[in-house]
């Protein structure tokens, strides 16, 4: 009987030390959610799977799977010149990666094609039993030193800028990238091409004080964060230099929000637009007019929704890299 109560013992600790688990990186998560949606526009995540998983979850077809992985291919590309697997060993056991982006401009890349530009930085949610050190990675002296840790930094050829815009570069030799990396503790993993960008989220992210409270100003917050990929933009109207580049070339203002969100066992994604104003329904109308995807219709006084099922057809191919260009993540072809 003794034996027997034991077991029992060690299997409901062992649940709670899974609910624990389970309720840290919760946290984890939302901390990272809101220390980016304090500094960017948009705030896009992806469940480790989801991003690095070989094929398709879900049974989703290959565009749609490439689409929804577009916006962290810039820090695949970012990290692929430091060592082999790198990104893979990162994203290994870890619980989930996000990227904040804002400030978008066109590409400067060859032939002026390419990835729409843009601030970014990107959090990889270390998991409870990640062993991953962003020091072993590194044999060179960090350029700065914060309070969680040192900040490395390299340079790398992503296409960003083309012949045109070669600063002291040599003739005909495109521009570098400047990437910067931070670890706070055994938590994220920080990946930006902004150093003052990279501080900042660091800071936050450090604090024993971090308060959520720009969760609290994103419309749907709780059933729109539990899902394996979803996207929030705030948008900001001030300093948009290009709307298409922006991918604001429909939206008015009185548009106060875009989300979306992955459904992999429907196999849909829904978009939901949030329009703080009567002004705000000449989005809806144009966003409808081009016939994109399934109409926007009213759900309730503020919001506009639509599901897309991803079937795999043309159709739903293009409406998934329209709903990612929604946020910023689009390239010019």
């Known amino acids: 009987m003794r034996r027997i109560h034991h077991v029992l013992a060690v299997a409901i600790l062992s649940g709670m030390l899974c609910l624990c688990c389970r309720a840290s990186e919760t946290e984890r998560r939302a901390r990272a959610a809101s220390a980016l949606a304090g500094q960017f526009e948009t705030v896009f995540y992806s469940s480790s799977e989801f991003v690095s998983g070989p094929g398709s979850p879900g049974q989703l077809s290959k565009t749609v799977t490439l689409s929804l992985r577009y916006p962290f291919e810039y820090l695949n590309l970012a990290i692929a010149g430091l060592q082999d697997n790198f990104f893979t060993e990162m994203l290994h056991g870890s619980a989930g990666a996000f990227v904040g982006a804002k400030e978008f401009r066109p590409p400067q890349g060859s032939g002026g094609l390419g990835e729409v530009r843009s601030q970014r930085c990107y959090v990889v949610l270390l998991g409870d039993a990640s062993e991953f050190d962003l020091k072993r990675h590194f044999q060179t002296e960090p350029v700065a030193v914060l309070a969680n840790g040192p900040v490395w930094k390299w340079a790398v050829h992503i296409d960003e800028f083309g012949p045109e815009h070669i600063g002291r570069m040599p003739a005909g030799k495109p521009r570098p990238s400047e990437i910067f990396a931070t670890q706070v503790r055994r938590e994220y993993i920080l990946v930006s091409n902004n150093l003052k960008e990279l501080q900042e989220i660091a800071k936050e992210l450090a604090s024993a004080n971090q308060k959520l409270e720009n969760l609290t100003r994103m419309h749907d917050w709780e059933s729109i964060s539990h899902h394996d990929v979803w996207a929030y933009r705030r948008y900001r109207y001030s300093g948009v230099t290009n709307k298409v580049a922006a991918g604001m070339e429909d939206v008015a203002p009185g ?32 966003m409808n007019s081009r016939n994109e995807f399934p109409p926007l219709m009213r759900s309730r006084k503020d919001l506009w929704e639509t599901s897309i099922l991803l079937s795999g057809d043309n159709k739903s191919n293009e409406a998934t890299l329209v709903i990612v260009g929604l946020f910023g993540f689009l390239a010019y072809s």
């Open 255 to 286: 548009t106060e929000a875009v989300a979306c969100f992955l459904d992999s066992q429907t196999k849909t994604i829904t978009v939901r637009l949030f329009i703080d104003t009567a002004a705000g329904k000449h989005t809806v109308e144009r």
